[in-house]
T-cell receptor, first 113, second 111 residues
Framework: GQNIDQPTEMTATEGAIVQINCTYQ??????LFWYQQHAGEAPTFLSY????GLEEKGRFSSFLSRSKGYSYLLLKELQMKDSASYLC??????????????FGGGTRLMVKP | AAGVIQSPRHLIKEKRETATLKCYPI?????VYWYQQGPGQDPQFLIS???????DKGSIPDRFSAQQFSDYHSELNMSSLELGDSALYFC??????????FGQGTRLTVV
């Protein structure tokens, strides 16, 4: 099975930088994903890491350390519309059964003026 | 580009009734996931299919079943509905090692 932990809530100021951490334990690690979800809407894909290091996509960056079972999502130049839940998801490779994607509890980010 | 299609978008059922939710994955995607998301909660994994075979089962009640058909669309069947089954049900699809894309979800309300 998998254990995925991330903070429940975070608050940050518009224009600032915020880092959302995620730690995980899994047996067949095959990638870590970050999704953004606004209330009542479907999760939307933000980033994907399978190798160690930093992946940058505009204002969003994601970092992975496989040896530490650790990832973070970095959001820069925060905007009010960034207020949402951020879900860390870990994919486990199951051989002939393909892959399984499990979500953490999500971090609710509130951006204040 | 084609996305994951779920139907219906909204569904209202009475207790003890049966509901069927449909999911049409993105063409050529080989994996389908079903998730249940209650208000203020994270998506809970229900079941997944890889190349039309059930690959994993999560916290899915025995009252629920799912299958994937030859055309790769999937259906989640829910029987003896309970008030607690009211939730958003998401379907997601992916191709092998690529990211999963989510449908817009079906909002099920049990009254």
């Amino acid at each position: 099975g998998q254990n995925i932990d991330q903070p429940t809530e975070m608050t940050a100021t518009e224009g600032a930088i915020v880092q959302i951490n995620c730690t995980y334990q899994t047996s067949g690690f095959n990638g870590l994903f970050w999704y953004q979800q606004h209330a009542g809407e479907a999760p939307t894909f933000l980033s994907y890491n399978v190798l160690d290091g930093l992946e940058e996509k505009g204002r969003f960056s994601s970092f992975l350390s496989r040896s530490k079972g650790y990832s973070y999502l970095l959001l820069k130049e925060l905007q009010m519309k960034d207020s949402a839940s951020y879900l860390c998801a870990v994919r486990d490779y199951r051989g002939n059964a393909g892959n399984m994607l499990t979500f953490g509890g999500g971090t609710r980010l509130m951006v204040k003026p | 580009a084609a996305g994951v299609i779920q139907s219906p978008r909204h569904l209202i059922k009475e207790k003890r009734e049966t509901a069927t939710l449909k999911c049409y994955p993105i063409p050529r995607h080989d994996t389908v996931y079903w998730y249940q998301q209650g208000p203020g909660q994270d998506p809970q994994f229900l079941i997944s299919f890889y190349e039309k075979m059930q690959s994993d089962k999560g916290s899915i009640p025995d009252r629920f079943s799912a299958q994937q058909f030859s055309d790769y669309h999937s259906e989640l069947n829910m029987s003896s509905l309970e008030l607690g089954d009211s939730a958003l049900y998401f379907c997601a699809s992916s191709f092998s090692s690529a990211e999963a894309f989510f449908g817009q979800g079906t909002r099920l309300t049990v009254v």
